[in-house]
């Protein structure tokens, strides 16, 4: 499916450049015990925004990292195996990644490993949150009929059946004036400085909750 998405898209946009990573200051120092892994989209495309919040965070003091999507088992395998029980995690993905950070979840589920907070921007073939997510915000962008194809597009996330402990909150950006930016679409909302600032605002805000459980 990844595939013919792929293809589709390369002949409706022509080609699509990498996103570079472009060279920021230097982080501040770890402050936070929170560990934030961020997934960025498929091939990199429209995920420029995901570099920014990466350094946002590790502006703020966490430990944040922004890894290629292609990369997420890799991730899942370090997140099980190589972060603490006790430290607060936080996974955030966007588009194809943001459908791979339900999957790292998944992973941590069965090896009973909590997830704080999970977030995602514009998830496009999501599997259902599970119940190990203690709060997952979803922020989504909705096309009308063309959400129909599973590519640019944001869609409501659902959580397990057995999930009745996750604080599940699927946000239509399109709804939020405080959130929506001229010209949203799935190639704009991971760049999107109000969705940035309230990501932070609840990576924040989760972590003394998260500490003190």
């Known amino acids: 499916m ?22 920021a200051a230097a982080p501040a120092a770890v402050t936070h015990r929170s560990r934030v892994y961020l997934i960025r989209g498929f091939q990199d495309w429209y995920s420029s925004g995901v570099y920014t919040l990466e350094q946002q965070l590790q502006t703020h003091g966490f430990d944040a990292q922004a890894c290629a999507e292609s990369d997420w088992e890799d991730v899942a395998k370090t997140v099980v195996d190589g972060v603490s029980d006790d430290q607060p995690l936080v996974l955030i993905g966007f588009s194809y990644g943001a459908d791979d950070v339900i999957s790292i979840a998944r992973a941590c589920q069965q090896r009973h490993r909590r997830v704080d907070l999970l977030i995602t921007i514009d998830p496009v073939t999501p599997g259902k949150v599970p ?12 096309n009308g009929v063309w959400d129909a194809l599973p590519w640019l597009r944001g869609i409501p996330l659902q959580s397990d059946d057995s999930a009745d402990s996750t604080e599940l909150e699927n946000i239509n950006v399109r709804e939020r004036a405080d959130l929506i930016e001229p010209n949203t679409s799935h190639a704009t909302i991971a760049a999107n400085e109000r969705i940035h600032a309230t990501i932070i605002d609840l990576v924040l805000t989760s972590e003394p909750a998260a500490v003190n459980k």
């Open 2 to 23: 990844r595939l013919l998405a792929a293809i589709l898209l390369l002949a409706i946009c022509g080609c699509a450049s990498q996103a570079q990573h472009s060279a």
């Open 131 to 142: 119940a190990n997510v203690v709060r997952c915000v979803n922020f989504y962008q909705p």
